[in-house]
């Protein structure tokens, strides 16, 4: 089993986008290949893309439903390592 991670983007101090290029910056043997997602409030295609850009593979909009949110996780733990 391989780690995972979810972040909200919008935390206060360190967020989501800090997170991820910590992740990102590991070398993959340590975790920098992690499948993660984004969870968070800002919507539309320019706050997609850049959640892409910054490393997350998933970028899921809140409020989320239970269901959604147990389909995400399971996505993240059948995924590969993304790179």
Known sequence: MHRMYGS???MPDKGGYWLIGQVRALPP???GTTPAAALTAYVGPEHRASVLRAGFPYHVEKPVGGRELIGVVAMLA???PVG
Do not use: Q
């Open 8 to 10: 909200d983007l919008g």
């Open 29 to 31: 043997g340590r975790g």
């Open 78 to 80: 059948l995924d590969e």
